[in-house]
Nanobody, 130 residues
């Protein structure tokens, strides 16, 4: 079972920055499990469906949604088993619950699809005020 724990959310003014972290643990998978994870960041604003922010595959190639790719970036630290989401120039419309997700895979497939992922964190809330 892969467990995910997000942190780093908070309240910021428009134009501000935040870095979200997602620490993982892979009970029962042994060393090296993190490198076999397709991981992603998703967000859900009140009254809206969950949407993909970006993903990063097993070879550390990241894909970020076109809607935020000029402001958001995804990275991971394999030594720390941690996924990051760096957000700059935040806008009020970025206000949402941000969640990280993972799926163990032997391929590089890592699509921007909610239903691809089978492990989810609890989420961290981001509020951007104007």
């Amino acid at each position: 079972q892969v467990q995910l724990q997000e942190s780093g959310g908070g309240s910021v003014q428009a134009g501000g920055s935040l870095r979200l972290s997602c620490v993982t643990s892979g009970d029962g998978y042994g060393d090296g499990y993190f490198e076999r994870l397709c991981m992603g960041w998703f967000r859900q604003a009140p009254g809206k469906e969950r949407e993909a922010v970006g993903t990063i595959d097993t070879l550390d190639s990241a894909t970020v949604s076109e809607s935020v790719q000029d402001r958001f970036s995804i990275s991971k630290d394999n030594a720390k088993n941690t996924l990051y989401l760096q957000m700059i120039n935040l806008k009020p419309e970025d206000t949402a619950m941000y969640s990280c997700a993972a799926r163990m895979t032997w391929s590089r497939s890592c699509p921007l699809q909610v239903d691809f992922f089978d492990h989810w964190g609890q989420g961290t809330k981001v509020t951007v005020s104007s």
